[in-house]
């Protein structure tokens, strides 16, 4: 959901830039300190690609804005919720510098409904689905699923609310809160499928590699062949 210019008015937009900006350098530290490894970065990298590759495709949903699928859980299950929120800045950084997808002064905005509310709701709600499915591997990809399918409409919301505080264009609000829900809950069906088997995959190769699936991995235990005779 790339947000044009002009959508929200100045200060509105200011707003989401600064509060954006907090929260991405806040990431910084906690991805450096507690997420990012020798052995994650490069998965980091990968996933960034791949959100950048599936958010270029996008659709019309009506009343002035795209869809498209976020990634925002897919990322934050991999690599980390911090390490999520950066991959997803710079993937839409690029977007509104290099193809102008979505715009400029509503960069902040963008940044804050994809990086920051689409990552951690949905990292949230992979937890607390991670507490009530049964304590397998094959839970991990179930409950990304979840948070990934909530995510969508969520930030979609989020954005309403925003538009309810400093909306600048001619849109009734009451129809922008009902195109937006109707097809970011579609959306976020895509989202979850996408999401579970690509989780899926990385857990079938390198589960180790997984943030999510911390705590969940079958302990190796080392054992010395006893002496014969």
Do not use: K
Request: hydrophobic share 55%; glycine share 12%.
């Amino acid at each position: 959901m790339h947000v044009p210019d002009g959508f929200l008015d100045a200060p509105t937009s200011v707003g989401t830039a600064v509060v954006s900006a907090g929260v991405v350098a806040a990431c910084l530290v906690r991805s450096a300190r507690h997420e990012l490894t020798d052995r994650s970065a490069p998965l980091a990298g990968l996933v960034a690609v791949f959100v950048f590759a599936a958010q270029m495709v996008t659709f019309p949903v009506g009343a002035g804005t795209s869809g498209h699928l976020l990634g925002g859980v897919l990322a934050a299950v991999l690599v980390g919720p911090a390490t999520a929120t950066l991959c997803l800045t710079v993937v839409v950084t690029v977007q509104a510098l290099l193809f102008a997808d979505g715009g400029v002064s509503a960069l902040g905005t963008n940044v804050l409904l994809m990086g920051v509310v689409a990552v951690w709701v949905g990292y949230g709600a992979f937890r607390l689905a991670l507490l009530v499915l049964p304590r397998r591997l094959s839970s991990v990809s179930v409950a990304a699923g979840f948070g990934a399918f909530l995510s969508v409409p969520v930030a979609a919301l989020a954005f309403v609310g925003l538009y309810a505080v400093g909306g600048a264009a001619p849109i009734p609000l009451a129809q922008l809160a009902a195109v937006m829900t109707s097809w970011h809950v579609v959306i976020g069906l895509g989202e979850s499928v996408i999401t579970v088997l690509a989780v899926s995959s990385v857990l079938a190769a390198r589960p180790d590699l997984v943030h999510g699936a911390r705590g969940r991995l079958p302990v190796l235990e080392l054992r010395t062949p006893e002496p014969v005779g």
